[in-house]
C-alpha cells in the first residue's frame, strides 16, 4: 500500500541544497562546446548563472571555525556535526540519550554549522569552477581558489583532514563511522579544484598543499575506526565511503589508488546491495526509500565520474542498468512509488541520472524520458548549466 506523507520542509539556508554527485566530465564538454558554438539554451543556462553568481562572488568564505561548540578534542578545526534522524528521548528528563526518527530531521542538526557550511562550500566551488570552465572569466577562478584555500588550507581557519566527530549524537559515545558521509559536500568542493588548475588564481603552492591535505584525509578515512566501520557499510553509507575515497584520491594525485578502489570495493559493492529485479533493498527499508534508493545512484555516479579516468564505467554494469530501468517509471510519476516516501521526491534528480546514464551508453530511451521529466525548479547553480538540454 502506498504511503506517502507530507511533512514541513525548514528552509534553513540561503544556498539551496547542492546536488548530490561529482558531475559526468561528458556533460561538462557538452556544455562548453554548445556555449562556444552559441547554442541558446548552453548560452542562456550559463547567463542565468553568472547572474545569480554575484552573490557567489560577493560571499564570505566558510570555514569550520565558525562554529561556538567545541568538538570532544576542543580543537576549532575539527569538523562536527550532528546526526540528523536523532530526537531527545521523551520518556527521559533530559532527553538522553537521544532515539532515532528515520527521515525526520532534528533542527538541532543547524546548531553546527560546518556541515550546511559544507554544502554551501560544495554548491559555490562547483559552480564557480564550471563558470570559470565554459566562460574563461578569471573573477570565478579567483573567487573558488579563495573558498578552497580557506576552508582547506589556512593555518588559523583550515579544517583538520579527519571526520572524528561528525554525526554525534547526544549522550551516546561509541564511536561511528556514519558521519563520514558528511564529507561528499566537501569532497565536491575538493574536487572542484582541478576546474581551475590552469588560473593563475590557483598557484603551484595551493596545488601542492591540496594534495597533501587530501592525502592525510584518505589516510584518516582509511585507517580510522570511523573509517573502518564505514567500509563494511551495506547500504548507501557504504558506496558514499568508496566515492568519498576516490574523490580524495584523485584530488591527491593517486590514480593507482583510484583504479583499485573502483575495481576492488565500487563494484563488488554495489553490485550486492541490488536484488534480482533492480531495487535496492536496505534502501526500501527507510522512510525516505525513494530518496534513498537514488541516493545510492547517486553514490555510484559520482564514483563513476572521478574513476572515468582509471577507465572505470560503472554504468555498463547490469546492475546498474536493473536499478536505473527499476526506478524510471517512478522517476516519470512518483505518487506511484509503492513504498515509504515522507517526503516529496525531486523528479529532477531522477532526470539527471537517467540523462547522465543515456549519454554514456547510448541509450536514446532513458534520454527521452530524461527530456520528458525535465530538470526544472532548481536554483540557477552548475547543475542547470549542466543539464541545460532538459530545461
Known amino acids: 500500500m502506498k504511503r506517502i506523507f507530507l511533512l514541513l520542509l525548514l528552509t534553513v539556508a540561503a544556498f539551496p541544497a547542492a546536488a548530490q554527485y561529482a558531475f559526468s566530465p561528458e556533460l561538462l564538454e557538452r556544455l562548453v562546446t554548445a556555449y562556444r558554438a552559441g547554442d541558446p539554451r548552453a548560452v542562456k543556462a550559463v547567463e542565468r548563472v553568472a547572474a545569480a553568481s554575484e552573490e557567489l562572488l560577493a560571499m564570505k568564505p566558510m570555514s569550520v571555525t565558525a562554529k561556538t561548540q567545541l568538538p570532544p578534542s576542543n580543537d576549532k578545526r575539527d569538523y562536527m556535526s550532528l546526526s540528523p534522524y536523532w530526537w531527545p528521548d521523551p520518556s527521559k528528563p533530559d532527553g538522553l540519550p537521544y532515539i532515532r526518527r528515520d527521515g525526520e530531521r532534528n533542527p538541532e542538526v543547524y546548531d553546527c554549522p560546518e556541515r550546511e557550511n559544507g554544502d554551501k562550500l560544495g554548491y ?39 571526520m572524528t566527530y561528525a554525526q554525534l549524537i547526544r549522550g551516546r559515545t561509541a564511536i561511528r563511522g556514519t558521519g563520514i558521509i558528511d564529507a561528499r559536500r566537501m569532497c565536491f568542493a575538493l574536487n572542484a579544484a582541478s576546474l581551475i588548475g590552469d588560473s593563475p588564481a590557483w598557484s603551484d603552492r595551493d596545488r601542492a598543499e591540496l594534495r597533501e591535505w587530501a592525502r592525510a584525509f584518505l589516510y584518516w578515512l582509511e585507517h580510522s575506526v570511523n573509517g573502518l566501520k564505514e567500509l563494511h557499510a551495506p547500504n548507501n553509507h557504504g558506496l558514499w565511503y568508496d566515492a568519498i575515497r576516490l574523490m580524495t584520491a584523485k584530488a591527491a594525485g593517486l590514480d593507482d589508488r583510484v583504479r583499485e578502489i573502483a575495481e576492488n570495493s565500487v563494484k563488488p559493492r554495489f553490485a550486492a546491495q541490488v536484488a534480482a529485479d533492480g531495487s535496492l533493498p536496505k534502501e526500501l527499508e527507510r ?63 531522477g532526470a539527471a541520472l537517467l540523462y547522465e546514464a543515456g549519454i554514456a551508453l547510448g ?26 538540454e532538459l530545461q
Request: a neutral charge.
Open 287 to 349: 522512510t525516505l526509500s525513494l530518496h534513498y534508493s537514488t541516493f545510492v545512484l547517486e553514490a555510484l555516479s559520482t564514483a563513476r565520474n572521478v574513476a572515468l579516468s582509471a577507465n572505470a564505467e560503472f554504468w555498463i554494469m547490469p546492475e546498474a542498468q536493473r536499478v536505473l530501468e527499476f526506478l524510471l517509471p517512478y522517476y516519470e510519476e512518483p505518487a506511484a512509488w509503492p513504498h515509504l516516501q515522507i517526503k516529496p521526491f525531486e523528479r529532477r534528480r
Open 363 to 388: 541509450r536514446s530511451e532513458w534520454i527521452d524520458a530524461a527530456r520528458r521529466i525535465g530538470y526544472k525548479g532548481g536554483k540557477a547553480d552548475f547543475a542547470d548549466m549542466l543539464f541545460f
Open 124 to 162: 559555490a566551488a562547483r559552480t564557480l569552477g564550471v563558470l570559470y570552465r565554459v566562460t574563461g572569466d578569471e573573477r570565478y577562478a579567483a573567487k573558488c581558489a579563495e573558498l578552497l584555500r580557506t576552508w582547506f588550507l589556512d593555518p588559523q581557519l583550515g579544517m583538520n583532514p579527519n
